[in-house]
C-alpha cells in the first residue's frame, strides 16, 4: 500500500472514531439511567481500532520528521489501544480479572502513546501546532469530563482526520511535482 493510501486510510479512520466518540457520548447520556455500558462497550473498541488505523496515517506523514519520542508514542498506542480493547471484549464475555487488567494496561498505554505523539507532532512541524496539542490534551480532558467526554474527543478526532485528509492531498501533489 502506498504512503498517500495509507495517509487516506488513516484521516478515514480517525474521523470515523470521531463519529463513533460522538455517538458512544451520546447513546451514553441518552441511557444515563438505564445499564447501557456492555454494548456501548462495543463502540469504544470499534472507535480504539479506528484510531489506531488513524495513527498509522498521521505515522505514514510524519515519521521522517520526528525521532525516537513519536516512534515510542506511535507504538505505545499501537499496544494499548488493541491491549484495551481485548480487554473490554475478555470483561463482555466474563473474564473479569485478565480484562480489568488489559484494559488498565491498554489505557495507560493510550494515555502514554497520545501524549508522546502529541509532543512528537508539535516537534515534527509536519502538521500545524494544534494537532500535538489536541493530542496531548484531549485523553486526559475526556477522562476528567467523564460521560460527556467522547463530546470532546470524538470532534477532536473528526478534526485531527480532516488535517491528515487535507495533508494527504498535499503530500501527492508534492510527490507529483518531485518526480516530474
Known sequence: MS???????????????????????LLGLAGANQEVSGPLDILIIIAWLLQVVGLVGFHTLQK???????????????VGAPAQSLGLLLVLAGSGTL???LIAV????ILVGLVLYGAATMQARVLPRWCGIALIVS????????DYGGLVFGPVWLALGYVLWLRRAQATGEQHSRVN
Open 106 to 109: 491498554g489505557g495507560l498505554g
Open 99 to 101: 480484562g480489568e487488567v
Open 64 to 78: 521522517e520528521n520526528y525521532g525516537r519520542i513519536g516512534r515510542a508514542g506511535f507504538y505505545t498506542f499501537i
Open 3 to 25: 504512503s498517500s493510501e495509507l495517509i487516506k486510510w488513516g484521516a478515514l479512520g480517525a474521523m470515523l472514531a470521531g463519529v463513533v466518540w460522538i455517538a458512544y457520548a
Open 139 to 146: 485523553l486526559p480532558l475526556t477522562i476528567l469530563l467523564q
